[in-house]
């Protein structure tokens, strides 16, 4: 669903004239504003199907640190693999990471583990391997990604869009008092009813993320 939708959805919900533009008045840019909170709301609540990815990257030899293009910071890694080798890359934490290097085992091979470190001054998330790399190796980084915030009308969305209409109309509601009889407390708690049922059946593609088995 398209921002400029997404708009008209809360506005329809608050008994306002639909707009044509986002931006075609200063209360279809504040239900905007709001959408956008939803949406952040939305997409930090669930590691999303629709919003995984996979980064590839192909090591150079004596170069440890790599950038995570199009990363951001608020998104998260999952697990990295090996596919040259077909491993796992364990996680392990940055200040290990650097005792490591500053250690006497310090000579490059194959890569064992990672660990976030910084942002690159496009404030991509930078990732750091250790053993520094010996030769080609391609890693896989398996991620969920974080939306920008949506701006422009045709501007879109994968997530689901119920839970956001249901956010950004309980926004709007504290915002202007309530609706139709409607109070904000009382919208919250829809949409975050609409939230729960969204992630169960989202959750039902990754079983094996919420099931612990004793080994």
Known sequence: MTYLNLINAVLRRLREDQVT???ESD???LIGDFVNDALQSVESAWDWTVLRNTYSITT???TS????TGFGTGSKILYVHDETNNRYVHQESLQRIREFALGTDNAQGTVSYYAIEGVDSNGDAQIRFYQTPSAVQNLSVYAVKRDA???LDSDSTLLPTKPVIQFAFAYALRERGETGGQSAAEQ???AQEDLRNAIALD????PEELIWNVV
């Open 21 to 23: 533009t986002v931006d």
């Open 60 to 62: 150079v030899a004596g």
């Open 27 to 29: 209360y279809s840019k």
């Open 149 to 151: 915030s949506l701006s």
């Open 188 to 190: 919250l708690i829809f």
């Open 65 to 68: 640190t790599y950038t995570l």
């Open 203 to 206: 959750a039902n593609l990754h």
